[in-house]
């Protein structure tokens, strides 16, 4: 599953960064070793993954650099180059803000002080972007396959958000694992409906192991072969780093909440949380990231949630469902060795569904975004804040998103903001 979800990556980096697929397989496998392996290396009782709601974001802000180069009659491969460091330098942003908020502790005070209209903004403007991207003809794969995207995404929708589903996935064990799978049954509904539909093609099966060019990789994103990003690129990237940071916080205080209740049911096991040690994990992959493979548009954060969900629910069964926590997460990473990855006839199988399953992966998180979005904000008052912070963060950007958020928060809520405690670690 960590593998087929991981794939789904290949076609923003053929598309945006104009790679071959293969040097975007090495991508997703660099990517792949450093979120199934964290866990080990750090101690943390997380199942990592990627900070998922930035991907709309990080597309959105791909979209104005392209248009601003075109304006300015840049050529296609100039563009492109400069787009690969702007989105390296982001990704070293995210490193450096997750390092420094471990090193010095001002993570959590920043993230508590955040006002919730402006959280709920940055939430809802992922949303926006997530359905803008999709109903895009001209880069969405949504009109180039309606009923495989449709029918994948509605397979997920009804299985990880219906209500009337949800009481089938207490009464039946089935159910609920089926639902646990994630996008696995996506995946499956798009290679069924795809094949029978006649929307997807299958090349001619390949036997083998792949042989990954990751000198090829390395020659054309890693920062130390193409130079690092100039100053202006951090500056021009630090109010989206700064959004995707605020997310990504918000994905530690769920894992926390996971765990919280875990241990209640299981006391048999201590389960060491500490807020420090996650910060520098983020920002160690994301640096390593960006050194070795350059641009990663989606951000290394410290939860992928349906996978947690998974397994604590088996946790909380106790030792006779999972003797430990720590080697149930390091058992579904299978110590962090994307073996999926490196065989060609799996990835032949997938690679149709790819383009597929990035739809699916954006528009589910629209979906929860946006009903995120909408919980949050306290009155009404806040809730049309937000939705003001987020049409500007999906139609101009994040600077502008952050200073008119910001104001309009200060005018039309007061100040000062009501402080959102985070919950202690247990």
């Known amino acids: 599953m960590a593998g087929a979800t991981g794939l789904s990556l ?26 199934a392996n964290a866990p080990t290396l750090f101690g943390d009782p997380y199942c990592h993954g990627w900070i998922t709601p930035a991907i709309p974001l990080v597309l959105t802000a791909i979209a104005f650099a392209y248009a601003g180069q075109e304006e300015a009659g840049v050529g296609s491969e100039e563009a492109t180059q ?100 994630g996008l696995i049954p996506g995946f499956v509904a798009a290679m069924v409906v795809g094949k029978l539909s006649g929307e997807l093609k299958w090349a001619p099966i390949e036997w083998g192991i792949e042989q990954p060019p ?87 954060g410290p939860l992928w949630t349906g996978v947690q969900v998974v397994v604590t629910e088996r946790y909380k069964q106790g030792r006779q469902g999972m003797d430990s926590i720590y080697g149930g997460i390091s058992a579904y990473y299978f110590w962090g060795i994307p073996l999926l990855l490196f065989l060609k006839p799996i990835t032949w199988l997938l690679r149709p569904t790819l383009p597929a399953a990035l739809s699916l992966t954006i528009l589910l ?34 600077w502008q998103a952050l200073a008119i958020g910001l104001a309009m928060t200060v005018v039309m809520c007061g100040w000062p903001f009501v402080r959102t405690p985070l919950p202690e670690e247990p």
């Open 214 to 300: 990751f000198s090829t990789m390395w020659e054309q994103l890693s920062p130390f072969a193409i130079g690092f990003p100039t100053g202006e690129m951090f500056v021009q990237m630090l109010p989206l780093a700064l959004v995707v940071y605020i997310i990504g916080f918000g994905d530690m205080v769920t894992g926390n909440e996971l765990l919280r209740e875990a241990h209640a049911l299981r006391p048999d096991e201590g389960i060491d949380i500490n807020p420090t040690r996650l910060h520098y994990n983020c920002g160690i992959r994301n640096g390593l990231q960006a050194l070795v493979a350059g641009p990663f548009p989606v951000s290394h």
């Open 365 to 398: 998180t629209g979906f929860a975004c946006g009903y995120l979005a909408m919980v949050l904000p306290r009155n009404n008052v806040e809730r049309g804040v937000a939705m003001t912070t987020g049409m500007i963060l999906a139609l101009f950007g994040a």
């Open 82 to 181: 400069y787009v690969i460091h702007l989105v390296t330098a982001l990704t070293l942003l995210c490193s450096a803000i997750f390092l420094i908020g471990g090193i010095t502790g001002l993570g959590k005070i920043i993230v508590e002080q955040v006002p919730m209209p402006l959280k709920a903004g940055i939430i809802f403007g992922a949303a926006v972007s997530s359905f803008m991207h999709e109903l895009d003809p001209e880069v969405s794969y949504l009109s180039r396959a309606p009923i495989t995207c449709i029918s994948a995404v509605s397979i997920c929708l009804i299985l990880m958000f219906s209500q009337p589903v949800a009481h089938f996935r207490v009464r039946y064990r089935w159910v609920g694992l089926l639902a646990g799978l």
């Open 10 to 35: 290949i076609p923003i980096l053929t598309g945006q960064f104009h790679v071959s697929y293969e040097v975007a397989l090495c991508v997703v496998i660099v990517q792949s070793l450093l979120i």
